[in-house]
């Protein structure tokens, strides 16, 4: 028997004057998970966004709330469901005349009644847990970029919100920090197990902390389910949308997505002779919690994105390609070789990468880490072969589970 939807929609339509930008739309968010729209911009995800906080209301269709219609609710029911959800705005938000404190106590000075000693308790264990207590009385222009996006989460948390929307959370950063926000997004939604409704356009990073995927296009929504099924999803929307967008995620960060990955080795076995070997490298950061808790998710995210540019450099040069298939693991293809050259290829590798690829990680990383901290890690790798008549997920999972380590970086000196 399924589950109830947390929220859902049945054919919701907007219009705005003469021009529709929802119609029809159909969707379902499930509690606990993670669930992303993706679309491109302009195709009315804020709009759908609006419909869920209770901002617009549908000029056709019903929004139903735990199974409820909210057309059927009395004013104190559907306050006290719009009271569950806190938004996080997509600039932030931050007033600059307010200190961390007061920016985040913000929402229970304004919403409640509470004791001003009960506001200070609940304000300062927000500040400690999203890692803030150096920060409580400076203003937001002497905060860097990471610190700011804690605070609006703090501030979007301090009502102990059962969900909470992210519009565009990653908007104008650059690929480190796209993917240190989806970090602290991912990492705080399990420490407080709310449910997540973001809307982005940034594919595939997303794809990574996000149990469900919501695909709007054409004023309505096409998909809805894993980002493994979306893969394998036959529509317009993968060739007008996201081949477009993941063009763009190869151009920034020289890596391809998973989907792009599947499709070129595809080709490229087809294009070998029959019965042609290739064979799969998987690279893991081990202790990615360790390198988080210690050094920061904007510094963990530049090591993994040194990581992926060095191996794709290396690779790339004789013919691989690479893929980013989790947050701290990456697989590369080597079409046409069998394992007695993948091992000599991966020979060559470990050579130059203990010799010099550890130091220009951490060199990058160094650019982002706090000066007064330092964290222990390991660069895992496993190999594995395959045949053309041969599922690449398989490999891919044999390769992983035959890891070793391959270097390692001890508070910063490598080994």
Not at 65 to 71: M, P, Q, Y
Not at 167 to 193: C, H, W
Request: net charge negative; glycine share 6%; aromatic share 8%.
């Amino acid at each position: 028997m399924s589950k109830t939807p947390l929220i859902e929609f049945k054919d919701i339509t907007k219009r705005f004057g003469t021009h529709t930008v929802l119609k029809n739309v159909n969707l379902q968010i499930f509690e606990g998970e993670v669930t992303t729209i993706i679309g491109l911009s302009g195709s009315g995800k804020s709009v759908l966004l609006k419909h869920i906080i209770g901002l617009l209301k549908p000029d056709e269709g019903t929004i139903f709330f735990r199974g409820k219609s909210l057309s059927e609710m009395k004013k104190p029911e559907i306050s006290s469901s719009l009271r569950q959800i806190s938004y996080m705005f997509q600039g932030n938000a931050l007033f600059d005349s307010l200190t961390v404190y007061d920016n985040i106590a913000l929402p229970l000075k304004e919403t409640t009644n509470l004791k001003k000693t009960e506001i200070d308790r609940r304000v300062m264990a927000r500040i400690e847990q999203t890692e803030l207590t150096e920060a409580v009385y400076r203003y937001p222009s002497e905060l860097s970029g990471g610190m700011q996006k804690r605070v609006a989460l703090a501030r979007a948390l301090i009502t102990d919100p059962q969900i909470v929307l992210f519009d565009e959370p990653t908007t104008g950063q650059d690929p480190v920090r796209k993917n240190a926000i989806l970090s602290m997004i991912a990492q705080y939604q399990r420490k407080f197990n709310f449910t997540a409704i973001m809307v982005s356009h940034e594919i595939p990073d997303v794809y990574f902390i996000s149990n469900r995927i919501l695909a709007l296009y054409d004023k309505s929504i096409v998909f809805q389910g894993t980002p493994e099924e979306l893969a394998n999803f036959d529509h317009p929307f993968n060739d007008e949308v996201i081949n477009s967008l993941e063009s763009l995620q190869k151009e920034l960060t020289g890596l391809y997505s998973q989907r792009k990955f599947k499709v070129l080795n595809h080709a490229q076995l087809k294009r070998g002779e029959t019965g042609e070997d290739y064979c799969v490298v998987v690279f893991t950061l081990s202790d990615l919690d360790a390198v988080i808790a210690s050094l920061g998710h904007d510094t963990a995210q530049e090591i993994i994105h040194a990581i992926g540019l060095y191996i794709d450099k290396h690779f790339g040069a004789i013919g691989g390609f690479s893929t980013r298939r989790k947050t701290n693991e990456f697989v590369t293809a080597l079409p046409y070789s069998n394992m007695v050259e993948a091992e000599k290829i991966m020979n060559d590798f470990v050579k130059d990468f203990q010799e010099q690829g550890i130091s220009d990680i951490w060199k990058e990383a160094q650019k982002r880490a706090p000066s007064d901290k330092c964290v222990d890690f390991a660069i895992r790798a496993g190999i594995a072969e395959g045949q053309p008549v041969t599922e690449i997920d398989s490999i891919i999972d044999l390769a992983e589970s035959q890891q070793k380590e391959i270097g390692r970086v001890r508070c910063g000196a490598k080994e």
